[in-house]
């Protein structure tokens, strides 16, 4: 059993991340279904991987039913946890081309727990309807119509599902670019009219604690946190804005004395930026080094 945990922990990992948006959650559900197979002759795990995500899925999907009531008092947005990710096999860092966007999880927020188990399982593992729907217990005919009540609930096309779809680092270096000049008409000229802004403090840190929408509002928010930031970064304990590959996306780190403070993620559609994500609760960043 230990070689079939080595095997597909990252798998299970990756299939829990994306269904909860929580890594915490993500590394539970792993261990609990692993715990579980201890109790199973191997003989009968004549397909392992489909079995395991049987299994993964099932938790996980317990999880995301539990977990909605907590999310609903919740203060202010609730945004999905920020993991690394690279060309590594460890654990808790996935293959960025094998994973959502995070402006892809953010939207699955939107989802019930069935049509983001079918949504994940068919866009980010890559799973056939007829699988889908044996490891959900669901006809094929349902588990098509569920995914097509997603893909509707989200708004999004058939590119902007994977890796793919996200902004490049080099645009990203643009819009930080002006961001960090102050220039007001440059930043809004890469906003979208209805821009939405969304702010996760988790009521431990400041943070919006409302949608920030339209262009205007969310230029002018972003602008008033450039104005907090140091000039010199040596002056005022190490302040350090950079880029890195977070959650299948260029993500936009803030450090202060080392720590991080905050991660931005932009989400494009047709062009400009539709959705900015900033995670600040502290719980939510400590992988994040």
């Known amino acids: 059993m230990i070689e079939l945990y080595e095997q597909y922990r990252g798998l299970m990992f990756r299939l829990a991340y994306q269904l909860t948006g929580s890594a915490a959650d993500a590394e539970d559900a792993v261990q609990d279904v692993f715990v579980k197979v201890q109790s199973i002759d191997p003989d ?125 680092e080099e645009w990203v270096q643009q819009f930080l670019a002006a961001l960090s000049l102050g220039k007001v008409d440059k930043v809004l000229s890469m906003l979208a009219e209805d821009a939405v802004l969304l702010s996760d403090g988790g009521g431990k840190v400041t943070a919006a604690i409302n949608p920030i929408v339209t262009s205007d509002r969310v230029a002018r928010f972003l602008l008033g946190i450039r104005r907090n930031w140091p000039q010199n970064a040596e002056e005022e304990g190490g302040f350090a804005v950079e880029l890195a590959p977070i959650s299948g996306q260029t993500g936009i780190i803030i450090r202060s004395n080392g720590v991080v403070q905050s991660v931005f993620f932009l989400d494009m559609r047709q062009g400009k930026v539709q959705h900015i994500y900033i995670v600040r609760n502290p719980d939510k960043l400590t992988r994040i080094s």
């Not at 402006?103 to 889908?132: C, H, K, N, W």
Request: glycine residues 6%.
């Open 44 to 168: 009968r795990l004549k397909e392992p991987k489909a079995y395991l995500c049987k299994m993964i899925t099932n938790r996980c999907l317990d999880l995301l039913r539990s977990a909605r009531k907590r999310r609903e008092q919740y203060v202010g947005p609730w945004l999905p946890e920020p993991i690394p990710t690279m060309d590594d096999d460890s654990f808790e860092v996935v293959v960025r081309n094998d994973l959502l966007s995070y402006a892809i999880l953010a939207l699955l927020e939107r989802l019930s727990a069935a049509e983001r188990a079918v949504f994940v399982l068919r866009e980010a593992m890559g799973f056939d309807y007829p699988t889908i729907a044996g490891l959900i217990d669901k006809s094929e005919l349902n588990c098509r119509k569920l995914m097509s009540r997603a893909r509707g609930k989200m708004g999004v096309s058939e590119e902007e599902l994977i890796g793919k779809g996200c902004i490049g």
